[in-house]
């Protein structure tokens, strides 16, 4: 598992690290039952502050994405179960993305588009997005 750190963005380490960690598990590099690094590992690897990088599993174990094992440590672990909460919660985040979407003059057709195109990326678009198939 590869994570980088942008130390000049202005996105926190910690975002940057959840939002790596998420992605890398869209795209199977990191497979559900992996055991991540330790939070001293990774913070060493990486150069940063132990309390972030437990900040980013925190916020990954609260989202559903990982289990934290005192004898295997962080864990992905991602649940699904909780598929209607986790769409009543992006709401507030895809509401925010289609009001500037619709501010600069971009048309659904092309959020439509865009949207499509990252499930393709991220090798999702077998039965339309849907994993239940």
């Given at each position: ?88 919660n992006m709401n507030d ?28 990326e991220f090798g999702e ?6 994993n239940e198939a």
């Amino acid at each position: 598992m590869i994570l980088t750190v942008d130390f000049n963005s202005t996105e926190a380490i910690y975002i940057q690290l959840r939002n790596q960690i998420i992605i890398g598990i869209a795209q199977d590099k990191i497979k559900n039952g992996e055991s991540l690094p330790s939070v001293r590992q990774l913070a060493d690897e990486l150069g940063v502050n132990m309390h972030t990088v437990n900040k980013a599993y925190d916020l990954l174990r609260n989202d559903g994405y990982l289990t934290l094992d005192r004898r295997k440590g962080a864990v992905v672990c991602v649940e699904v179960n909780s598929k209607v909460n986790h769409i009543e919660n992006m709401n507030d985040g895809m509401r925010m993305m289609v009001a500037e979407a619709i501010c600069k003059d971009i048309s659904l057709n092309e959020m439509h588009q865009l949207v499509t195109q990252m499930y393709k990326e991220f090798g999702e678009f077998q039965n339309g997005g849907n994993n239940e198939a």
